[in-house]
């Protein structure tokens, strides 16, 4: 009960006075006796405020149709209602009450383009999305062939409008089982501020708009770039799966997904090519493994055949091995459990797309780690599929070799013959030969030599390594470009041995009229950038940066060496405008190759992949 104590003044006139108290928001009206006489009024007991949690929150239904809910927590007694309904929204439960409730809902298939909306249950909006059946000039981009979130896994998409009007993407996620893999997702781009309501003060803002979706599209402006991240309680079970792009124009992207113990981070690369057949190398000795993904593209079941070798170039694997896969289905393993025969070898294992079919494939270096409070991690890396290798060799943006660095060439020859690779190392800035210290950690031999030149068996694989003395004050940078005789490809792992971090280096040999590097300098994080050369002259590259709204924020132009070589920290060395920010930094040149390091505060490396304009 609440006591109100009402005095009346000595000096007060006599006879009968009128007070008004407002108690509870409500006025009331009493009558009072004679001056000096205390009237003591007691109210009801004050009840609690009445407060609205509402779950799961916005949500993005598929274009087919679909059902949602929305889960009301109220006190009892407190009664809500749904405000602000769309009319191609039907609720199919009751739409008020009180205490606890849930509220349901359906939509029919969306032949029109994309619905936006939002229903209110009291002080709280939930905006309601549904994508459209047919988006006109929306067409298949490429696949994700691996994605993992809740649990100790989050993965961020990252899509970049290259071209230079808006154009719509279209992401969908598919389960294992490949149905829908419905996650909360966050835009982390558009801070969110709930509209207040009238009489309800402000909600403080979130990170950003969260949906629970499977699949959603969004404009993104001309040379702009969209960022979604998987949100939601971080509580088991694991969810993993793939993801396919489509886009109205010439949108791109990747994912990188974070394993949160140890802070360690694997790229995606968004799988364009539709090849004949993709191989991964593998090195299985040292205690470490391959993590394999696979991703069944098409819509209809695919079984697929595979071969795997040892470094040699021998089959090791039983005749007719092959692994199936439902249409859009996905699968993951560790290479040497699924195949114990791969346990403690190098070598390589080839899918073989089904006729008609379309697969995409990814893998995952795993190193086993003891950190230096004891903790046992595991360093992860990507490994990228070869497909489509041609005999045009490539070029390798960056290597390091000393204090601390090591540089390993993987080179696979993928031809049905035996072909002679000869790869050639160049000092950076001058792009002269650069001597290099060489082992070859399959014959146990060693030398130092400014070039490489082996014949590959069918099949095979070759591995080269370079550590300089860890003593040395700094390494030694520069890039390297490979020439072959038949199908040989590749990529460079560079490893930083006093944190046991690694990051891949592809091999570059697209034909392309420029590439572009995005990235996110927020958070702590920092961007590597290596840029080279392999035009038989000094080159000048025009460079541009964008913020992640498209935005020209710097421009500059590189000067290169024949064959040179330029290396520098995004923020801090070139460009300071970019620091704190997301955007993109594009090289206007087909001379050249390029990639991008991403360097989160734990010094956990991350490759970005440039992406060819």
């Known amino acids: 009960m609440s006591r109100i104590d009402v005095m009346v003044p000595e000096d007060a006139p006599t006879g009968i006075a009128t007070v008004g108290i407002i108690i509870n928001s409500s006025s009331k009206v009493f009558r009072l006796g004679s001056p000096g006489v205390t009237m003591v009024v007691e ?9 609205y949690t509402l779950s799961p929150g916005n949500q993005a239904l598929p274009a087919t149709g679909g059902s949602g809910s929305i889960s ?16 191609w929204i039907a609720f199919t439960s009751a739409t008020s009450g009180t205490g606890n409730g849930v509220v349901t809902f359906s939509v029919s298939a969306n032949f029109g383009s994309s619905l936006r909306g939002s229903v209110t249950i009291e002080r709280t909006t939930v905006a309601i999305e549904q994508a459209a059946l047919s988006t006109p000039g929306l067409t298949f981009v490429g696949a994700m062939p691996h ?11 990252t899509l970049v409008n290259k071209s230079a009007t808006p154009a719509t993407a279209g992401l969908n996620l598919f389960s294992d089982q490949a149905g829908p893999l419905t996650l909360p997702l966050v835009f982390p781009q558009q801070p969110s501020t709930p509209i207040p309501l009238p009489g309800i003060l402000p909600q403080p803002p ?5 949906f629970l979706a499977a699949s959603f599209d969004r404009i993104i402006p001309a040379n702009a770039s969209l960022i979604v991240a998987t949100a939601g309680p971080q509580t088991p079970p694991v969810q993993i799966g793939s993801a396919q792009l489509s886009a109205t124009g010439s949108i791109d992207g990747f994912a990188i997904f974070r394993l949160i113990p140890g802070s360690q981070e694997a790229v995606v690369p968004l799988e364009t090519r539709n090849a004949s057949s993709y191989v991964l190398a593998f090195d299985n000795t040292g205690g470490v493994v391959l993590g394999v993904a696979v991703h069944n593209v098409a819509n209809n079941f695919a079984s697929i055949p595979i071969v795997i070798r040892d470094d040699t170039g021998a089959v090791i694997s039983p005749p007719f091995t092959a692994y199936s896969l439902p249409a859009n289905g996905h699968t993951s393993f560790v290479l040497s459990q699924q195949y114990p025969f791969t346990a403690n070898k190098r070598g390589t294992i080839e899918f073989t797309t089904p006729s008609g079919g379309r697969i995409s494939v990814l893998g995952i270096r795993t190193t086993p780690l003891t950190t230096s409070t004891g903790t046992n991690t595991l360093t992860l890396t990507t490994v990228p599929a070869l497909a489509d290798v041609g005999t045009n060799g490539g070029s390798i943006a960056h290597i390091a070799t000393g204090a601390g660095w090591q540089t390993t060439f993987v080179l696979v020859n993928t031809d ?23 082992t070859f950690p399959q014959t146990g031999s060693s030398n130092t030599a400014n070039s490489v030149t082996q014949t590959i068996a069918a099949g095979a694989t070759l591995i080269v390594q370079s ?6 004050p700094a390494p030694i940078i520069g890039s390297a470009q490979l020439t072959a005789t038949g199908n040989i490809g590749g990529f460079v792992i560079f490893r930083y041995n006093p944190n046991g971090q690694e990051a891949v280096v592809p091999l570059e040999n697209r034909i392309a009229s420029g590439y572009l590097i995005a990235f996110d300098n927020t958070s702590g994080t920092a961007t590597g950038i290596a840029v080279n050369s392999i035009a038989a002259q000094d080159i000048n590259v025009p460079v541009i940066v964008r913020d992640d709204a498209g935005n020209q924020i710097a421009t500059d132009t590189l000067t290169l060496a024949a064959n040179g070589h330029t290396a520098f920290t995004l923020g801090v060395d070139k460009f300071p405008v970019t620091a704190g920010k997301r955007g993109t930094i594009e090289f206007v040149s087909g001379q050249i190759g390029a990639l991008g390091i991403r360097i989160p505060p734990a010094l956990t490396f991350t490759t970005l992949p440039a992406l060819a304009k």
Do not use: H, M, Y
Request: glycine share 6%; aromatic share 8%; charged share 10%.
């Open 72 to 87: 009301v927590t109220a006190p009892v007694g407190c009664s809500w209602s749904v405000w602000n309904r769309p009319t």
């Open 147 to 157: 994605i993992a979130a809740q649990d100790v896994w989050t993965t961020t998409f």
């Open 206 to 210: 979130k990170p950003g708009p969260e």
């Open 467 to 472: 550590t300089a003395p860890a003593s040395d």
């Open 43 to 51: 109210s009801p007991p004050a009840t609690p405020p009445c407060t």
């Open 416 to 438: 049905a013959t035996a072909a002679q690779a000869t790869l050639k190392f160049f000092a950076t800035g001058t792009g002269t030969p650069l001597s290099i210290p060489l």
